[in-house]
């Protein structure tokens, strides 16, 4: 057994928090929409050093170096509180190079690569959320069979309103068909027709519904086959958890709130000492659970569970934290701005996105477990 | 059991809840909890106030339904998630006479209830009136020249000053049961109305051709909350009762550990609903104009409210008998 990450990989670690020296003051994490120059700024930073580009193949101009070093990087930025992980280099670029035609991986690869266009995911819409494969948008060929004509509604798409492109799942079969008639576009934010309406959320920052009103997308923007979205997407999603949910949020969060704790006199409480003692010990697990996520990646091994598992520990981790600074925090605790109330709301997002907790502990009781649920 | 057992609210109280519930409607006091940083709506409290609302906890208005009206006055509040130091207003009842008291009850002196030692003050900037909590009793604090306003969580501005507190005031044990009465009323009255709109969500949104409710994931957290407000809810009433029983200090012993339980369990239920019902309305849910986060909020921030803190814990634990001080 070894826990430990390599020497190089080690090196790596310091070559990352050294860059990170200079975005200490980002705080682009939680509230992306307000910092989003400042962070896209920062991904550029970060691609001139290829890193965006950490575990693409060569062959696309990555360095091929694997999961370890993407765990590393964005694990070490979410300490930061820096950014989060843009899903342009990560889902949208993997799928590109496992499904993407040679024309796709020409035209869209080395923009992402660089920095330059950044992506948002439009999966979600108001009928179908947990039930994606209820989507309803369709995507219907135009007469002349040149291009796809989108028509319908999104909603809780993230940071759209920064974005360039969007990448969206459509129906292409019929309703019946489910996850059998989905399929994959992408989609210029500025074509015409596309709407991004914002939806302001207790966070401070706001999700959007992205309208799409006879929107035109060229054939040569479907990724993959017609109605062949449902296992790409599944892929791509396997191929970024290593990195969705990083432990390095939540120790930090710890570590705030302990500061927060102590600048407010309450450290030595045995109250306040107890249940912090029992939140540093859901911390340690949630890193072990990470570890476990990165194990299977690195091994190749299916981490749909360990992923689900890492997940909700994460986020029940990251709201028990800032939920107990509340609990003790007295009305202190309430004035806005100061990190404890911040991270109680931001916190109650985080079992809803990317997959709500319910849905996370059905696939552990049906994978692992071998239950319904 | 005795034959005599009744835990609803008689006709009286039952009446006065209709006429706030009525009021509230009206004034659409729940759309108003949407907003952050507004002025305090002054007009609004001292039209509540007119209702009568704050007469029941007044020692010399025994006729005006004592703590049993306060109780359901307070989760009708919460039910439609009404601004302003509701508890303290209660509290400061109890402890004021004269002319002091009735500028209070008619809603035109407003009350800042905070604990000794903290500089901010609830409702600072706005209020007219300090009172200092410190363990058991409460003070008078001197109205401070001026207070920084302070942004906070529920969307009030409170104020940042240092007070100082005068002389300690008479019946201050017995303000404090009112405040926790109040405060665990309010919040459970609030996070009923919460639960009621998320089971009626989970009752008609549907995902995999099934009602949200119909998974047990989803309707048993549910349960758990409709299972812990109900006590918390009786708690408070049931030290209501107590409170109302003059006849015996035995009655005001049990109603002040009653009310420490009421609060404690009124708090842990409440926020414990929010955070459930949030869950099950998900995207919806934590937008800014969906129908959870202005009670989530405000929940939080009445949880946070003086009084509070560890003086109910102590009350509990001294009564069963657990080592240390008494309080
Ligand atoms: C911060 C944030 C960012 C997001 N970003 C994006 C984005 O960029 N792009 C995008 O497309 N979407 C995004 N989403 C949307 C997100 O994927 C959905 O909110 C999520 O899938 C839940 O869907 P819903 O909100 O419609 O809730 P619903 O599906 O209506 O679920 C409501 C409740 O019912 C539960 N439930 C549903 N089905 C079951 C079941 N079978 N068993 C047990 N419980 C069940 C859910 O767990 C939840 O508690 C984001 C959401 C959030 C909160």
């Not at chain 1, 705080?27 to 550029?44: I, T």
């Not at chain 1, 959320?201 to 086959?225: I, K, M, S, W, Y």
């Not at chain 2, 303290?88 to 004269?98: E, F």
């Not at chain 2, 104009?289 to 102590?314: C, F, K, L, M, N």
Request: hydrophobic share 45%; net charge negative; glycine share 8%.
């Amino acid at each position: 057994m070894n826990t430990a990450f390599s020497k190089d990989e080690l090196a790596f670690q310091d070559e990352v928090r050294e860059f990170l020296g200079d975005y200490r003051e980002l705080d682009g994490f939680y509230c992306q929409g307000h910092k989003w120059p400042e962070v896209r700024a920062m991904f550029r930073a970060m691609a001139e050093k290829n890193w965006l580009a950490l575990s693409w193949p060569k062959a696309f101009g990555g360095m091929a170096l694997g999961p370890v070093y993407e765990f590393i990087l964005w694990n070490e930025v979410a300490y930061a509180r820096a950014a989060r992980n843009p899903l342009a280099a990560g889902i949208v670029a993997q799928t590109l190079i496992r499904y993407g035609s040679s024309a796709q991986q020409r035209d869209w690869l080395p923009r992402i690569r660089s920095g330059e266009i950044h992506f948002s995911l439009c999966y979600s819409e108001p009928e179908a959320g947990s039930d994606l494969a209820a989507l309803r948008l369709r995507a219907d060929k135009n007469a002349a069979g040149t291009h796809y004509v989108l028509n319908g509604q999104k909603c809780w798409q993230s940071y759209a309103q920064d974005m360039d492109y969007l990448w969206v799942l459509a129906r292409s079969g019929t309703q019946e068909s489910r996850g059998r008639g989905i399929s994959l576009f992408i989609c210029d934010k500025h074509a015409a027709g596309v709407t991004v309406s914002p939806l302001p959320t207790l966070d401070g920052d706001q999700l959007n519904e992205v309208f799409f009103d006879a929107v035109e997308v060229p054939l040569a923007q479907r990724v993959g086959e017609e109605n062949g979205a449902w296992p790409m997407i599944g892929e791509a999603l396997a191929d970024e958890r290593h990195i969705q949910f990083p432990p390095g949020r939540v120790r930090r969060d710890l570590e705030d709130m302990v500061a927060w704790l102590n600048a407010n006199g309450l450290g030595a409480d045995p109250v306040v000492r107890q249940r912090l003692a029992e939140l540093t010990v859901q911390v340690m697990e949630t890193e072990m659970l990470a570890l476990k996520v990165l194990e299977a990646m690195v091994k190749g091994v299916n981490a749909t569970v360990d992923a689900a598992m890492n997940k909700i520990s994460h986020t029940l981790a990251c709201q028990d934290i800032a939920r107990a600074v509340l609990d003790f925090g007295g009305p202190e605790a309430l004035v806005s701005g100061a990190r404890p109330e911040l991270l109680w709301r931001q916190t109650i997002t985080e079992t809803i996105g990317g997959g709500t907790s319910e849905i996370m502990r059905s696939v552990v009781s049906r994978q692992l477990l071998g239950l319904g649920g | 059991m005795s034959a005599g057992l009744d835990l609803a609210y008689d006709e009286d109280q039952e009446a006065i809840r209709s006429a706030v519930d009525r009021f509230c409607t009206q004034h659409a006091v729940e759309d108003q909890a949407r907003l952050s940083g507004q002025a305090f709506p002054r007009t609004l409290w001292r039209q509540l106030a007119e209702l009568g609302v704050f007469y029941p906890a007044a020692p010399e208005h025994p006729e005006a339904g004592g703590a049993l009206a306060v109780c359901a006055i307070s989760e009708t509040l919460g039910q439609h998630v009404f601004p302003g130091p509701i508890a303290a207003t209660y509290c400061a009842i109890q402890v004021l006479h004269g002319d002091a008291a009735s500028a209070v009850m008619d809603g035109h002196a407003l009350v800042s209830l905070s604990s000794a030692g903290s500089t901010l003050l609830p409702w600072g900037t706005e209020a007219d009136l300090f009172l200092v909590v410190d363990g058991d009793t409460i003070a008078r604090g001197e109205t401070p020249d001026a207070a920084e306003p302070i942004a906070t969580l529920g969307g009030e501005t409170w104020g940042r000053a240092r007070l100082k507190p005068d002389a300690t005031l008479p019946a201050s044990a017995r303000a404090l049961i009112i405040a926790n009465i109040a405060t665990a009323a309010y919040l459970t009255g609030a996070a009923w109305q919460l639960l009621r709109a998320t089971s009626n969500h989970a009752a008609t949104r549907k995902q995999f051709g099934k009602t949200l409710g119909e998974f047990q994931a989803v309707a048993h957290p549910l349960a758990d909350c409709a299972i812990g407000l109900t006590a918390a809810q009786t708690l408070a009433r049931a030290a209501a009762c107590s409170f109302d029983d003059r006849a015996t200090d035995s009655a005001l012993q049990q109603a002040r550990s009653l009310a420490a339980a009421a609060a404690l369990s009124a708090r842990r239920a409440s926020l414990g609903t929010a955070f459930a019902c949030h869950q099950v309305f998900a995207g919806i849910g934590i937008t800014l104009e969906g129908p959870v986060y202005h009670v989530s909020r405000r929940i939080r921030q009445v949880a946070s409210t003086p009084p509070g803190g560890g003086r109910e814990r102590d009350i509990l634990l001294n009564e069963i008998g657990l080592g240390g001080e008494a309080p």
